[in-house]
């Protein structure tokens, strides 16, 4: 199986501030990473995938890069409605595997 | 707007069989754009990848899950499900559908708790 890291674990922020999160992939994935937010009792929201498309309807302050084993999902600019969980998963093989989660908070 | 929707029972007991069912709405399963799959969630953990499959193709499970997993399909009512046997506490977790566009799981279900206690 692909080993999905993520760092940091966990990311104390203010509105306004620049947020990257960062992604490792035990092997390479080409481009083959999707990023979601997921907020308390909520299902993930796609964010971006094919590393770096942006989702329909997703704000343009997230973008995502990166390729092989090195991956990056940054929020230009966090707004209060940020705040939650962020995991990267990988779909360049089965199984698919995720993220152990990056907690962005205030 | 595609939308999905699980449904089964909540409370399962050790060693017995979980079903669940995903409803599909706005969208036909037999559409080709897309291949569908399920996801659970262990409370306050992460997410883990159950089986996905794409419609008149293959099925694919999580190794860690295979021998004890079962995903099926009918096209007639939109639906496809999921059969977990054995369960065990490990087991209690939430349970998610949704479709699967480049690699992305694009539209979720809302998710259910299925809890296994005796």
């Known amino acids: 199986d692909i080993q999905m890291t993520q760092s940091p674990s966990s990311v104390s922020a203010s509105v306004g501030d620049r947020v990257t999160i960062t992604c490792r992939a035990s092997q390479g994935i080409s481009n083959w990473v999707a990023w979601y937010q997921q907020k308390p009792g909520k299902a993930p929201k796609l964010l971006i995938y094919?590393?770096?498309d942006l989702q329909r309807g997703v704000p343009s302050r997230f973008s995502g890069s990166g390729s092989g084993t090195f991956f990056t999902l940054t929020i230009s600019s966090l707004q209060p409605e940020d705040f939650a969980t962020y995991y990267c998963q990988q779909a360049d093989s089965f199984p698919f595997t995720f993220g152990p989660g990056t907690k962005v908070d205030i | 707007q595609l939308q999905l929707q699980e449904s089964g029972p909540r409370l399962v007991k050790p060693s017995e069989t979980l079903s669940l069912t995903c409803t599909v709405s706005g969208g036909s399963i037999r559409g080709s754009r897309y291949y569908w799959g399920w996801i659970r969630q262990s409370p306050g953990k992460g997410l883990e990848w159950i089986g996905s499959f794409f419609p008149g193709g293959n099925t694919y499970y999580n190794p860690s899950l295979k021998s004890r997993v079962t995903i099926s399909v009918d096209t007639s009512k939109n639906q496809f499900s999921l059969k977990l046997t054995s369960v065990t506490a490990e087991d209690t977790a939430v349970f998610y559908c949704a479709n699967v566009v480049s690699g992305g799981f694009d539209s979720w279900g809302q998710g259910t708790l299925v809890a296994v206690s005796s």
């Open positions: 094919a590393a770096s």
